[in-house]
């Protein structure tokens, strides 16, 4: 299984909802990501998490907040966005640091996030 | 601060060969990857290089320069598939975590 996958596809909310976006993997790579990417932008990352710990956080408003429940297992809790919060959120996750190789970023296929 | 070049677009025909290049500065440097982004969908990987050199893959090769922080993307044989987004990525590795920069990404069409 070498897939990343997230839900839901698409996801419609109104600026006081409270929604939640879920990643999950399972190739047993222990780092996953979380990227924000507007329109004919590149990904710009938002979180990293290690070892199911959160080691990096990009400036991210508090309206986006991450979990990492288990080494599978990523989501990203929304609450009170604004308009130009309306992406496509990405999740991605790779080997751990110990690991040689290439080590690539393995994509899932995004949540498309309209806030209205 | 961290800066990654790309060309905005290119336009090429198909059964062609296409050169997208990548200049970077970044603050640490672990390795650069490329890879492919079509209208709507995630991103792909296609290629990784770390040191020097030339790295080939089928149709696709990629090519790296540390010491004049450049790459470049070589698309052989174009197809009408090959019309997408190309992300030159670089790994800077602050302690302990692989983040991955982007280049702001260069839409490649083919024309038949």
């Known amino acids: 299984d070498t897939e990343v996958t997230q839900t839901p596809k698409h996801l419609v909310m109104g600026m006081t909802n409270k929604k939640s976006l879920k990643c999950e993997q399972h190739?047993?790579?222990?780092?996953m990501y979380w990227y924000k990417q507007k329109a004919k932008k590149p990904p710009e990352l938002m979180f990293v998490?290690?070892?199911?710990?959160?080691?990096i956080n990009e400036s991210v408003p508090s309206r986006f907040s991450p979990e990492c429940p288990n080494s599978s297992l990523l989501n990203l809790h929304l609450h009170a966005l604004q308009p130009e919060d309306s992406a496509l959120y990405l999740c991605a996750s790779s080997q751990d640091r110990a690991s040689v190789g290439d080590r690539e970023q393995f994509f899932g296929p995004g949540t498309r996030l309209t806030v209205l | 601060g961290q800066n990654i070049d790309q060309p905005t677009e290119m336009t090429a025909t198909e059964g062609a060969i296409v050169q997208i290049n990548c200049t970077y500065q970044t603050s640490g440097f672990n390795g650069l990857f490329w890879y492919q982004q079509h209208a709507g969908e995630a991103p792909t990987f296609l290629s990784y290089?770390?040191?020097?050199g030339l790295e080939e893959k089928g149709r696709f090769s990629s090519f790296l320069s540390r010491s004049k922080g450049y790459s470049y993307l070589l698309l052989k044989e174009l197809q009408m598939k090959d019309s997408a987004s190309y992300l030159c990525?670089?790994?800077?590795?602050?302690?302990?975590?692989?983040?991955?920069?982007f280049g702001t990404g260069t839409r490649l069409q083919v024309f038949p």
């Open positions: 998490y290690s070892y199911e710990k959160l080691s």
């Open positions: 290089n770390v040191l020097d």
């Open positions: 990525a670089v790994r800077a590795a602050p302690s302990g975590t692989d983040k991955l920069i």
């Open positions: 190739m047993g790579h222990r780092a």
